[in-house]
């Protein structure tokens, strides 16, 4: 089993779970464990609506903001 881990600042990507589905990105916000393990509070681009996310097999965790997602948030 593959443990995600992540820091405030970094990008949450949840792939579509069938196709042609859209992918979800937001940026994680507060990781509360020192570890980096999950759960994380994200605000999701778009609505910029904030949630705490505990990422499934489907997702993963970039540096970067990925291509093509608007987001004028901050951390």
């Not at 089993?1 to 992918?23: I, K």
């Not at 393990?37 to 489907?58: A, N, Q």
Request: aromatic share 6%.
């Amino acid at each position: 089993m593959v443990t995600v881990q992540a820091r405030p600042g970094e990008w949450l990507v949840v792939h579509g779970r069938v196709t042609d589905a859209p992918e979800r990105v937001g940026q994680i916000v507060e990781v509360p464990h020192p570890d980096g393990s999950p759960p994380y509070v994200v605000r999701w681009v778009g609505d910029e609506h904030t949630s705490v996310v505990f990422p499934g097999p489907d997702a993963g965790v970039v540096a970067e903001q990925p291509h093509g997602t608007s987001f004028h948030g901050s951390t």
